[in-house]
């Protein structure tokens, strides 16, 4: 009698969870999903009716909220923690079926936004010009850095003939370590799309306007006790370079930019390199050691067109 007694409201329970669960919890999960398959709002609609999802407003306030609750978590870390910037642009194309006067194809450009949370700058440094000039001392090759460049060129060229030439198949070496970094999660948070045009002086100003006032809502003492690196392409580094030149004059740190660091990331300096070395070395097909001739003789493609693959340059430098 005891055992049954027991085991009927905790069944009762178990129901009443399992309901609750269909009602409320799956119901928001198959609407979301709904959402982000791109299913249309009379789609929605019709299997809301079948009592199947939520409706599409429900679906509405629950991202409202979830966005909401986002930027909460994100204004409080961007006041507690170091953190650096990073964004790019975004463009996507709006094409026509029926091509006509004012009826053609449209071409819409956004900016995308994450902060990373990264180690303690400290108070950004008092200067206008944020990043040094460059000497003829800063391209030496020392003895040492020449033994690690040869280390290098040995470990590619092995690494390429145990993967074209079946006699080297097992012919391997060691990867090489330079500076070994720690590694370590990072806690990255994206940010609102913004639909500004990223490729101008005003866009990238517009830009970090909306994310520091807008979007973090930061104070302006902030701006006298910390340093950010903004990270983007080249095109990103440039503007902002430019856009702090421009505002030298301004009165107070955070219009002047001192606290932004403008760096590129290594991806897109690895690509400026490899166009550079394309540029210069392409040569003719004629012409003994060109890249052309030996991209022709090793039946490289997407190396030399207008617009060449990276991947397929990368591997073939």
Request: proline letters at 3%; a positive charge.
């Amino acid at each position: 009698m005891t055992k049954g007694f027991l085991l009927k409201p905790l069944h009762t329970t178990q129901c009443r969870w399992y309901r609750w669960y269909i009602d409320t919890v799956f119901l928001l999960m198959m609407g979301l999903y709904l959402f982000s398959a791109g299913c249309a709002r009379k789609v929605i609609d019709v299997i809301h009716r079948a009592g199947l999802n939520v409706s599409y407003p429900t679906v509405n306030r629950l991202l409202q909220s979830l966005t909401d609750d986002a930027l909460k978590k994100v204004r409080l870390v961007a006041k507690q923690e170091s953190w650096f910037l990073v964004y790019d642009n975004i463009n996507f194309s709006k094409r026509k079926h029926d091509q006509r006067i004012g009826n053609s194809d449209e071409f819409e450009s956004g900016t995308t936004a994450t902060l990373i949370v990264g180690r303690i700058l400290g108070i950004a440094p008092q200067i206008r010009d944020m990043y040094s000039r460059l000497y003829s001392d800063d391209f030496y090759i020392d003895h040492a850095t020449f033994t690690h460049f040869k280390k290098v060129c040995l470990f590619h060229f092995v690494q390429e003939l145990s993967e074209n030439l079946d006699g080297y198949a097992r012919c391997s070496t060691p990867t090489l370590e330079l500076h070994r970094l720690p590694t370590k999660l990072s806690r990255t948070y994206p940010l609102p799309a913004m639909k500004i045009d990223q490729s101008t002086v005003a866009g990238n100003k517009s830009a970090v306007d909306i994310i520091v006032d807008k979007v973090l809502q930061l104070d302006k003492s902030w701006f006298n006790l910390q340093a950010v690196i903004a990270s983007g392409d080249l095109m990103t580094v440039e503007r902002l370079r430019q856009l702090k030149f421009q505002l030298q004059d301004e009165r107070e740190s955070r219009r002047r930019l001192d606290w932004v660091l403008p760096i590129s990331q290594p991806f897109h300096i690895q690509m400026c390199l490899a166009n550079a070395i394309l540029r210069n070395y392409r040569g003719r097909a004629t012409e003994q050691g060109s890249l052309q001739r030996l991209s022709t003789m090793l039946r490289r493609k997407r190396i030399f067109s207008d617009n060449p693959d990276f991947h397929a340059v990368d591997d073939f430098l």
